[in-house]
């Protein structure tokens, strides 16, 4: 079964060596899916109220297949 690598680039780079075996590349997309949004659930924002959060996902052979992205914006509203 082939594996997949799941890179986040929020700011401060992590990059997958152990990776995920996944049947598809359909597969692949979907653990992204489901991964990015927990991923980004225990980061907040630094020095501000905006984050970018980007998972790109690399096939064995190291080369980009799908790429995933959430955006957090704060906002404060004044009366």
């Known amino acids: 079964m082939p594996r997949y690598f799941f890179d986040v680039q929020n700011g401060r780079d992590t990059r997958d060596h152990v990776g995920t075996e996944c049947a598809t590349l359909e597969e692949a997309c979907q653990h992204a ?4 949004p927990e991923i980004t659930s225990h980061e ?26 959430l955006m957090f914006v704060g906002l404060v509203l004044t009366e």
Do not use: I
């Not at 899916?33 to 990015?36: A, G, H, M, N, R």
């Not at 905006?50 to 790429?67: C, D, I, K, W």
């Open 33 to 36: 899916k489901e991964v990015l």
């Open 44 to 69: 907040l924002p630094r020095g501000g109220d905006r984050q970018a959060f980007t998972l790109l996902v690399r096939n064995e052979q190291g080369h980009p297949v799908y790429s995933a992205a």
